[in-house]
T-cell receptor, first 111, second 114 residues
Framework: QKEVEQNSGPLSVPEGAIASLNCTYS??????FFWYRQYSGKSPELIMS????GDKEDGRFTAQLNKASQYVSLLIRDSQPSDSATYLC???????????FGPGTRLSVLP | NAGVTQTPKFQVLKTGQSMTLQCAQD?????MYWYRQDPGMGLRLIYY???????DKGEVPNGYNVSRLNKREFSLRLESAAPSQTSVYFC?????????????FGDGTRLSIL
């Protein structure tokens, strides 16, 4: 059974701080990794994807991947109250097919 | 751009009733998916269609059927609704099932079974 784990939170950070969201996965053959943001009562929306070890930056967001440790993270710099949401990690295996989603981490950015 | 459109947005059913959830995408994607989302359990795949004419079971297919009507449309049917099927249902699509293609989600259908 392929698993993706995340700390359910809530993770609370003050406005302007860096929020760090973590995700681990069990399938060592996983190739593609995605972060989605989901506001309460809304659908998931794609924030970032990452496929190679290292860091990938997009504005205030940085995704970090370490395949050896089976670990992917999302950093949000200069956190804003509008970043308060649940963040879902999704992992796709080496044979493509389907995503496995983690349960999500709820982030609360305090003004 | 509409993206992925789901209907209805809300529905209340009685146990034993049947209904079909509709999903359509206008992004010319080949692959489509149905998920359910329950509190604390994340998104779980019910069925998917890798391409027009094919469908396959996901993690939780029992009690559901699907139809890939054409490239744009993928419907989910509950033949005899049960309270355990109370959930939020999301349809998603992607260009293909493999590689680095992300999935794009519809707004969801909130379904309650009494």
């Amino acid at each position: 059974q392929k698993e993706v784990e995340q700390n359910s939170g809530p993770l609370s950070v003050p406005e302007g701080a860096i929020a760090s969201l973590n995700c681990t996965y069990s399938d060592r053959g996983s190739q593609s990794f995605f972060w989605y943001r989901q506001y309460s009562g809304k659908s998931p929306e794609l924030i970032m994807s990452i496929y190679s070890n290292g860091d990938k930056e997009d504005g205030r967001f940085t995704a970090q991947l370490n395949k050896a440790s089976q670990y992917v993270s999302l950093l949000i710099r200069d956190s804003q109250p509008s970043d308060s949401a649940t963040y879902l990690c999704a992992v796709r295996g080496d044979y493509g097919q389907n995503f496995v989603f983690g349960p999500g981490t709820r982030l609360s950015v305090l003004p | 751009n509409a993206g992925v459109t789901q209907t209805p947005k809300f529905q209340v059913l009685k146990t034993g009733q049947s209904m079909t959830l509709q999903c359509a995408q206008d992004m010319n994607h080949n692959s489509m998916y149905w998920y359910r989302q329950d509190p604390g359990m994340g998104l779980r795949l019910i069925y998917y269609s890798a391409s027009e004419g094919t469908t396959d079971k996901g993690e939780v297919p029992n009690g559901y059927n699907v139809s890939r009507l054409n490239k744009r449309e993928f419907s989910l049917r509950l033949e005899s609704a049960a309270p355990s099927q109370t959930s939020v249902y999301f349809c998603a699509s992607s260009l293909t099932t493999g590689g680095d293609q992300p999935q794009h989600f519809g707004d969801g259908t909130r379904l309650s079974i009494l």
